[in-house]
C-alpha cells in the first residue's frame, strides 16, 4: 500500500499562483511515476501532468503546459506542482496519484490516490 497525503491549495484571483505538494509513505518502492489529476464539478477525472520516480522525465496536459510545473524533491518521494497564470478553467478537485509504470496518462493505471485539495480560481 501507498499513502498519499496532499497540501496546498486554496483560492486564488486568475493569473495568480498556487503551489500543490504531495508526499508519499508506505511501500514506495513500487512508484515508478507520480502525477496530478484534476476533477472539476460534472466532469471526468483528467490527466494533468506527471513525473517519473526521479524527476528526470515529466509530461503535461496541453492544457496546462507552459503554465504548471511538475517536480520532484530530492531524495524525497515527493511530487509537486507549481500552478502560475491560474484560470478559471482551472478550478477543480486536484489529486496527487502514483504508478508502476512510467508513461500513462490514464488513471485506471494509477494505484494510488491521495485524498484531493481543492483548487478554486475567481474570475
Known amino acids: 500500500q501507498v499513502q498519499l497525503v496532499e497540501s496546498g491549495g486554496g483560492l486564488v484571483q486568475a493569473g495568480g499562483s498556487l503551489r500543490l505538494s504531495c508526499a508519499a509513505s508506505?511501500?514506495?518502492?513500487?512508484?515508478?511515476?507520480m502525477g496530478w489529476f484534476r476533477q472539476a464539478p460534472g466532469k471526468e477525472r483528467e490527466f494533468v501532468a506527471a513525473s517519473s520516480r526521479i524527476g528526470s522525465n515529466t509530461y503535461y496536459a496541453d492544457s496546462v503546459k507552459g503554465r504548471f510545473t511538475i517536480s520532484r524533491d530530492s531524495g524525497k518521494i515527493t511530487v509537486n506542482l507549481q500552478m502560475n497564470n491560474l484560470k478559471p478553467e482551472d478550478t477543480a478537485v486536484y489529486y496527487c496519484a502514483a504508478a508502476p509504470r512510467y508513461g500513462s496518462r490514464s488513471p485506471d493505471d494509477f494505484a494510488s490516490w491521495g485524498q484531493g485539495t481543492q483548487v478554486t480560481v475567481s474570475s
Open positions: 508506505g511501500r514506495t518502492f513500487s512508484i515508478s511515476a
